[in-house]
């Protein structure tokens, strides 16, 4: 018994899944996998709370989501509702409004979570050195990330953007009139460019996020074997192609994938900064209008189905870049 | 923490002098350009808390009045001064959900991260992107039959039902990140334990839960963060009584008159729990952030 458990123990840590291809793992694999029968459900019960808890609340509704698509469900007219056939999805693809909001949904997460990561990088870097003031330059660079995500829009929207009083055009200004120019240009930034202004708010939030995951990435790098290429006289540029950006690829990619996650979904800002006006609206804030305001039950799962399998389809790719993270000893 | 581009010291002996001049030089302007980054990242969060201590006359102008004096009357209007609609029941409602559904996701996860780490359970690693996998899934795709649903068993407008739904939100993270922490204990103490006969329970409560107390204190964190932020789901099923901040946050905002100290200072109150939060546990946010990943 003790010796089962030790050595299931050992294929588990974080040093290798049970099914990793060849390797000393599979070796170590063997008595787990002949463990005794009666172990598995004691073994299974701790899991299956939280295992049928998510099963219950996440996936029950994709299935109601996935017959209400077929249906013909408008709440505002009741006697209308039944089989609607694939009426939903043939709405769905020829609408342009939810063309359009598929194609920003794409727009948003990629450019956002590129910027994001690159200037997170480049802030990690020059956050791995020792200066002066490198705790407090962390813990105000940490401070986006730490304002309600709806609270940082309205700031955005009203405090900065705003052009009559926001306080980009306030120093644009301010410094105009440094220059003796009493005619600053004051651009309406929302109503001129609605999607950059949300992308750059939500760059703002998300660049920090990016940093920390980074930084503690570049902090647990091996720096023996730094000093002992500076020593054999590799230039920085060598050093960071070469060595460091080698081993922050999977960082990079954890960063990317969780913040994707997240931005991917993002509500509140298209919600608070241009409420999905002037063709900014994203899937979520599209589907939550076609079944909050339009009652569209089966447009709205249509619509549903369709972000789904599109999230499956790119998350089958993207879960292959994490799978990684269980096999990595260092992560 | 030494560097690539500036550490004299550990670029050998053979560095000269000049060079070791020119490098000194370009480390203090990297020193600086990092310090004005901060600044200007830091700057919509300055000017938010700025803004809200000014008055509403000084808020809107153009340029900005920097140096106007200071006044609560931002805060004190959020409170309910003149408008009569106190914050506090919603404030209430974010904590209880918040605090709530993050002791609810301790309670599954916890024992959850165990048969995946310690006694694993077969294919845990699958078991384990089925809960990232949850994650992945668009929440607002579910939106449409948890609200029919909710409103078949009359828990619309029901703080609890927002407490369920915020630990499904982030019950697969804390799995995640339970299950890092928990791998990190060693087995000798577990083999120790179980020779002197500890059970169950008695190994829970007397090595894996002191043991991991730093990292289910990173995952309390994150998720006590992300449900307090969350807005789309409480905005569709909560309504008068249950409203959590928010949703009141958005309805509070009236787009007539001069209002930007207003929302500032509401903005800035209804941060401060995260705000503050975070930055006493920023290593612990680190560690969340990255699923436990990182240490």
Not at chain 1, 34 to 60: E, S, Y
Not at chain 1, 310 to 325: D, E, Y
């Amino acid at each position: 018994m003790s010796k089962d458990t030790v050595s299931s123990r050992t294929t588990t840590g974080p040093g290798g899944p049970s099914h990793g291809p060849g390797g000393p793992s599979d070796a170590l694999d063997r008595p787990q996998r002949r463990a005794p029968k009666p172990r598995a459900w004691g073994t299974r019960a701790p899991l299956l709370p939280a295992l049928l808890f998510m099963v219950v609340i996440t996936q029950l509704p994709f299935v109601a989501t996935l017959i209400i698509s077929f249906m013909n469900w408008n709440a505002l007219y009741p006697n209308d509702r039944g089989f609607a056939g694939i009426d939903n999805f043939k709405t769905a693809f020829t609408d342009p409004d939810l063309r359009n909001s598929i194609f920003n949904t794409i727009l948003y997460t990629v450019v956002i979570v590129l910027v994001a990561l690159v200037l997170g990088f480049a802030l990690a870097l020059m956050l791995d050195r020792s200066f002066r003031g490198r705790g407090f330059v962390r813990t105000i660079l940490i401070a986006p990330f730490l304002v309600v995500p709806v609270a940082a829009a309205l700031v955005w929207k009203h405090a900065i953007f705003n052009p009559e009083y926001g306080l980009l055009n306030g120093t644009i200004t301010w410094v105009w009139r440094l220059f003796g120019s009493d005619n600053p240009p004051q651009p309406d930034w929302i109503t001129n460019t609605p999607k950059l202004a949300i992308m750059a708010a939500l760059i703002w939030q998300w660049t920090p996020f990016m940093m920390l995951i980074l930084l503690a990435g570049l902090q647990g790098r091996p720096l023996d074997v730094i000093e002992a290429a500076q020593v054999d006289g590799a230039s920085p540029v060598q050093i960071f192609r070469h060595m460091t950006l080698p081993y922050m690829r999977q960082y990079l990619e954890l960063a990317g994938l969780l913040g994707s996650i997240y931005v991917v979904q993002n509500f509140d800002y298209v919600f608070t900064m241009t409420s999905g006006g002037l063709g900014s609206a994203n899937l979520p804030y599209t589907i939550y209008q076609t079944f909050y305001q339009a009652h569209d039950y089966g447009l709205a799962s249509a619509a549903g189905v369709i972000v789904v399998v599109g999230t499956i389809i790119i998350a089958t790719f993207a879960l292959r870049t994490v799978s990684t993270l269980l096999r990595e000893d260092q992560l | 923490m030494s560097t690539t581009t500036a550490a004299p010291t550990t670029s050998g002996a053979s560095t000269t002098g000049p060079r070791h001049k020119k490098q000194s030089n370009r480390s203090k302007a990297l020193t600086v350009l990092t310090w004005l980054v901060a600044i200007l990242f830091f700057v919509p969060v300055a000017w938010m808390v700025l803004t809200s201590l000014h008055s509403e006359q000084d808020a809107a102008t153009n340029p900005p009045s920097v140096l106007a004096p200071l006044t609560t009357q931002g805060y004190r209007e959020f409170f309910g001064a003149t408008s009569g609609a106190s914050p506090w029941p919603s404030l209430i409602n974010s904590a209880y959900a918040s605090i709530g559904s993050t002791i609810l996701v301790l309670i599954l996860a916890i024992p959850a991260a165990y048969a995946l780490s310690i006694r694993p359970v077969r294919k845990w690693s699958d078991v384990m992107f089925f809960f990232l996998s949850t994650k992945m899934l668009p929440a607002v795709a579910g939106l449409l039959p948890i609200y029919l649903i909710a409103q078949n068993l009359g828990l619309l407008d029901n703080i609890n039902l927002m407490v369920v739904l915020y630990t499904a939100m982030n019950l697969p993270i804390a799995v995640w990140m339970m299950r890092s922490f928990l791998a990190e204990i060693p087995i000798a103490i577990l083999e120790a334990a179980r020779i002197d006969g500890a059970g169950l329970l008695m190994t829970f409560r007397k090595i894996l839960i002191p043991m991991s107390a730093p990292g289910i204190a990173a995952t309390s964190l994150i998720c006590f963060i992300f449900a307090w932020n969350e807005m789309l789901f409480a905005r569709v099923l909560t309504g008068v009584r249950s409203a959590t901040s928010p949703v009141f946050l958005t309805s509070f905002v009236t787009s007539q008159g001069l209002f930007l100290a207003k929302v500032c200072a509401a903005a800035v109150a209804v941060s401060l729990p995260v705000l503050i939060a975070g930055f006493a546990a920023q290593d612990k946010l680190v560690q969340g952030l990255s699923l436990g990943a990182v240490k």
